[in-house]
């Protein structure tokens, strides 16, 4: 008999079919009728495998008595509410590692496009106006300037050896000092102070909800840049985008936002901000591997086992 497991909205197309054909598997987002559906499976689901947003709370948790593991498709697992898990004995796990070259890459491409506005440079060669109008106007060089990491995990580093090939300068603030060659600053805003690039990298909890506020963005200043590859919940999106609007901010890249898919328009008129929908992690390879891993992390579980990549 192969372990039951729900699927909570439908996924990487590779990872769903390895779901289906290891596990008996229920997808809930495609049931006509979301309570029944949960009634019908609560006696015999011991497993639910996560992919993006879609929160799995306490009330989810409840209506699956027999669960004993979310193994969930990304780094990033504010979907899930944490303690709810923890206080039901429920494991979470999610897929660090292998994805943090992909979502570095990611970053550094949002720093070079951002300060050098490369695509608004292609929009405006596809418009017609170079013929016209002359050269692009200057932009301003990445290298020399200093890169501030809010949150220096395995991404930061990876984004750090990046920046560093590049000619900048590094510098972070985590909540404590890590043995690396970077300076530390105390606070996000002293960092802020610091840097022409803030770079936002911090997981999104209840800490550091909207941690990104128009103190930090006065700290940064008229010639600071801020890139968030993070969560769009860390950042006060109205804010960020009034700062940008009035130009209190030089720019901003973004992979990420506050209620995805949805960015408010006002952002698309900007021609100081880059953005992304985030493809942090979208590759082929990276998304394989991410999957793969959420898959192991159940099967070991199943099989008697500790799992790979556990949260909670
Ligand atoms: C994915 C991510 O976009 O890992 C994360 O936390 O944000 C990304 O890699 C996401 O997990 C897709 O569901």
């Not at 495609?30 to 499976?41: D, G, I, K, S, Y």
């Not at 130009?247 to 936002?257: Q, R």
């Amino acid at each position: 008999m192969k372990p039951e497991i729900i699927i909570t909205a439908r996924g990487h197309a590779g990872t769903m079919a390895a779901l289906q054909s290891e596990f008996t598997a229920h997808l809930l987002s495609e049931a006509p009728e979301r309570n029944a559906f949960l009634r019908q499976h609560a006696a015999t689901v011991h497993g639910l495998a996560t992919f993006g947003p879609m929160p799995v709370d306490g009330k989810l948790m409840d209506a699956l008595p027999k669960l004993e593991i979310i193994s969930n498709f990304g780094v990033g697992v504010d979907a899930i509410n944490l303690d709810d898990a923890k206080k039901r004995g429920v494991i979470v796990t999610n897929t660090p590692d292998v994805l943090n070259e992909a979502v570095a890459d990611t970053a550094i491409a949002l720093v070079l496009s951002t300060v050098r506005k490369f695509p608004q440079s292609e929009v405006y060669l596809r418009a017609g106006h170079w013929a016209t109008r002359g050269p692009y106007p200057l932009t301003i060089d990445a290298g020399g300037k200093t890169l501030g990491i809010l949150g220096l995990g395995r991404i930061g580093e990876a984004i750090a050896k990046r920046a560093l090939a590049c000619g900048m300068r590094i510098r972070y603030h985590n909540r404590s000092r890590k043995d690396v060659p970077y300076p530390y600053d105390p606070d996000p805003v002293t960092l802020a102070k610091n840097s022409d690039v803030l770079m936002v990298v911090t997981p999104a909890t209840a800490e550091t909800n909207r941690i990104i506020n128009a103190r930090i963005l006065d700290a940064l200043g008229p010639e600071g840049y801020l890139v968030n590859i993070a969560r769009g919940s860390v950042v006060d999106e109205p804010v960020l985008l009034r700062y940008l609007q009035e130009k209190k901010i030089a720019g901003a890249g973004l992979d990420v936002f506050a209620d995805e898919p949805r960015v408010p328009p006002e952002f698309f008129t900007l021609d100081n901000a880059v953005l992304f929908p985030h493809v942090g992690s979208a590759t082929v390879e990276t998304r394989k591997a991410m999957g793969d891993l959420q898959v192991e992390n159940l099967r070991l579980h199943f099989a008697g086992q500790p799992v790979k990549t556990r949260v909670v």
